[in-house]
């Protein structure tokens, strides 16, 4: 029987493979991987699943990226500062802070790339009921560029109004340009990179999973969400693209609701800087537009700040973790997903200790259940030391806020989960203004107040099997 010794000299060629690859992968993963009960599972897998473990941790498990953008020099951004190295950047044109406001200013200014600029206007925009008129507002007034970067991009009946609007300033003579996540895009079809191009308007698309050669990851994502028109006004918060996050009177099934934020000023320029690093990250071609001057158009004082798996430092985490520790009096989180690392977790038991009222509010109905049945098997924790938990009625809440002592507030693309803190490409904006966080801070609790408190009592409550299946789902939280 001739194929007896192929199959054997297979097998033996298999294990061998195994028996190579195996420790070197298990090894890779053990002194690169922040999170040890990610390296855990890696690792795990790498010894115990016979070939498949290292060939799905070499495809999934290592991170290739290396932004070719971070070695850009863009106009309005600081050349040759040395993030996290422990030393202030040097700005002479630095803007007075509120002496109150100093202690949270230089917490950015040892993570950020960018310094704070002043005399900006920050508009809260509430639902795509009143963001995306005033996005395709701004677009139709666009005379230089108009740049836009999203997760997500639906073709449906929002998605198409979008498209014609840009279509529409590329035919005045405008730069248009779009970035499109390579997993985002396929929440729709057909594709928004497609429908894109073929109204001529030039369209990348963030590293899109393929075969040859391979690139399998649904990690590594662009979580930006960026419209800059013009380099005076631009657009960023927690919405998509599409018609989920138009509620109308009466709102739909599968309904968003999400808050959104117009900037115009000087800080609309750092927004569009980060949109030209990811294109040329995508693309490979800087691309600078022509200069503009930012101009004035307000009293607030604004920064940005982005994160991802190019950097080692984790600066959204740190942001968090030290904003947290100087808080005096109050702290409000709205989140859809809240599964924060342990130094979070901390940061907010040793606030409320020390007499800081607490407020997190989550969605009563989670898109993710998996996500909100690994977040009630740890709320616990937070919960025992006094920090007050809501959970806001239906339709699922995407809004994303932090507002600590009604003086500072963090709005953006981020999430309190491991996949916006460790995986994605995040980007925050740091905003300091009493009149705002307080504006904000009310909001937050008027939707707490609308839905119901979470107690600890519930939470211990749980039935056997339901605390069995939460805690299942709370195991692989570093990968969800």
Same mark, same amino acid.
């Given at each position: 029987?001739?194929?007896?010794?192929?199959?054997?000299?297979?097998?033996?060629?298999?294990?061998? =493979?195994?028996? !190579?690859?195996?420790? &070197?992968?298990?090894?890779?993963?053990?002194?690169?991987?922040?999170?040890?009960?990610?390296?855990?599972?890696?690792?795990?897998?790498?010894?115990?699943?016979?070939?498949?473990?290292?060939?799905?941790?070499?495809?999934?498990?290592?991170?290739?990226?290396?932004?070719?953008?971070?070695? +850009?020099?863009?106009?309005?951004?600081?050349?040759?500062?040395?993030?996290?190295?422990g030393r202030l950047p040097e700005n002479s044109d630095r803007p007075e802070m509120p002496t109150e406001l100093q202690p949270l200013e230089l917490i950015g200014a040892r993570l950020s790339e960018h310094p704070v600029t002043a005399r900006n206007a920050v508009d809260p925009l509430v639902n795509g009921d009143e963001t995306f008129p005033a996005m395709l507002e701004a677009i139709d007034e666009a005379a230089r560029s108009v740049f836009l970067s999203s997760y997500i991009f639906d073709t449906d009946?929002?998605?198409?109004?979008?498209?014609? /609007?840009?279509?529409?300033? $590329?035919?005045?003579? &405008?730069?248009?340009?779009?970035?499109?996540?390579?997993?985002?895009?396929?929440?729709?079809?057909?594709?928004?990179?497609?429908?894109?191009?073929?109204?001529?308007?030039?369209?990348? &698309?963030?590293?899109?999973?393929?075969?040859?050669?391979?690139?399998?990851?649904?990690?590594?994502?662009? /979580?930006?969400?960026?419209?800059? !028109?013009?380099?005076?006004?631009?657009?960023?918060?927690?919405?998509?693209?599409?018609?989920?996050?138009?509620?109308?009177?009466?709102?739909?099934?599968?309904?968003?609701?999400?808050?959104?934020?117009? !900037?115009?000023?000087?800080?609309?320029?750092?927004?569009?800087?980060? =949109?030209?690093?990811?294109?040329?990250?995508?693309?490979?071609?800087?691309?600078?537009?022509?200069?503009?001057?930012?101009?004035?158009?307000?009293?607030?004082?604004?920064?940005?700040?982005?994160?991802?798996?190019?950097? /080692?430092?984790?600066?959204?985490?740190? +942001?968090?973790?030290?904003?947290?520790?100087?808080? $005096?009096?109050?702290?409000?989180?709205?989140?859809?997903?809240?599964?924060?690392?342990?130094?979070?977790?901390?940061? +907010?038991?040793?606030?409320?200790?020390?007499?800081?009222?607490?407020?997190?509010?989550?969605?009563?109905?989670?898109?993710?259940?998996?996500?909100?049945?690994?977040?009630?098997?740890?709320?616990?924790?937070?919960?025992?030391?006094?920090?007050?938990?809501?959970?806001?009625?239906?339709?699922?809440? /995407?809004?994303?806020?932090?507002?600590?002592?009604?003086?500072?507030?963090?709005?953006?693309?981020?999430?309190?989960?491991?996949?916006?803190?460790?995986?994605? =490409?995040?980007?925050?904006?740091?905003?300091?203004?009493?009149?705002?966080?307080?504006?904000?801070?009310?909001?937050?609790?008027?939707?707490?107040?609308?839905?119901?408190?979470?107690?600890?009592?519930?939470?211990?409550?749980?039935?056997?099997?339901?605390?069995?299946?939460?805690?299942?789902?709370?195991?692989?939280?570093?990968? +969800?």
């Amino acid at each position: 029987m001739p194929e007896w010794p192929t199959l054997l000299d297979a097998g033996l060629i298999a294990a061998l =493979f195994h028996l !190579v690859i195996s420790p &070197v992968a298990a090894l890779h993963a053990l002194m690169f991987k922040r999170d040890s009960r990610a390296a855990f599972g890696w690792i795990a897998l790498c010894l115990l699943l016979p070939v498949a473990g290292p060939v799905l941790y070499t495809i999934l498990g290592i991170n290739r990226i290396r932004r070719r953008a971070r070695r +850009l020099e863009l106009p309005g951004l600081r050349v040759g500062f040395e993030r996290g190295r422990g030393r202030l950047p040097e700005n002479s044109d630095r803007p007075e802070m509120p002496t109150e406001l100093q202690p949270l200013e230089l917490i950015g200014a040892r993570l950020s790339e960018h310094p704070v600029t002043a005399r900006n206007a920050v508009d809260p925009l509430v639902n795509g009921d009143e963001t995306f008129p005033a996005m395709l507002e701004a677009i139709d007034e666009a005379a230089r560029s108009v740049f836009l970067s999203s997760y997500i991009f639906d073709t449906d009946e929002t998605g198409t109004a979008v498209i014609e /609007h840009l279509a529409a300033a $590329r035919r005045r003579g &405008v730069d248009v340009r779009v970035v499109v996540d390579g997993v985002g895009q396929f929440y729709s079809w057909p594709r928004a990179p497609r429908r894109l191009r073929a109204a001529g308007i030039r369209t990348a &698309v963030f590293l899109p999973p393929r075969l040859l050669p391979p690139r399998l990851s649904i990690n590594l994502r662009n /979580h930006h969400k960026i419209l800059v !028109v013009d380099g005076h006004t631009a657009f960023t918060g927690g919405l998509n693209i599409g018609d989920r996050h138009v509620l109308g009177e009466n709102p739909g099934k599968n309904a968003v609701a999400d808050i959104h934020f117009r !900037v115009r000023g000087p800080g609309a320029l750092q927004l569009e800087n980060e =949109f030209l690093r990811t294109w040329e990250f995508v693309t490979g071609t800087p691309e600078p537009p022509a200069p503009v001057s930012a101009c004035p158009a307000g009293s607030i004082h604004t920064r940005v700040l982005t994160d991802g798996p190019d950097d /080692h430092l984790d600066q959204i985490t740190q +942001l968090l973790s030290a904003t947290l520790s100087t808080a $005096r009096e109050s702290i409000v989180i709205m989140t859809p997903y809240f599964l924060p690392p342990r130094e979070i977790i901390g940061a +907010l038991q040793a606030a409320s200790l020390r007499g800081v009222r607490v407020t997190l509010i989550l969605p009563e109905r989670n898109n993710l259940p998996y996500v909100h049945w690994a977040t009630r098997n740890m709320l616990w924790e937070i919960l025992y030391q006094g920090v007050e938990v809501f959970y806001q009625p239906p339709p699922f809440a /995407h809004s994303k806020l932090f507002v600590v002592d009604d003086r500072y507030a963090m709005v953006g693309s981020s999430n309190w989960d491991p996949r916006s803190l460790r995986l994605n =490409f995040e980007l925050q904006l740091e905003i300091f203004s009493p009149e705002f966080a307080q504006r904000m801070a009310r909001r937050a609790l008027e939707a707490a107040h609308r839905g119901r408190r979470v107690t600890l009592a519930e939470v211990d409550g749980r039935s056997l099997p339901v605390r069995v299946r939460d805690s299942l789902c709370w195991l692989f939280s570093p990968y +969800l």
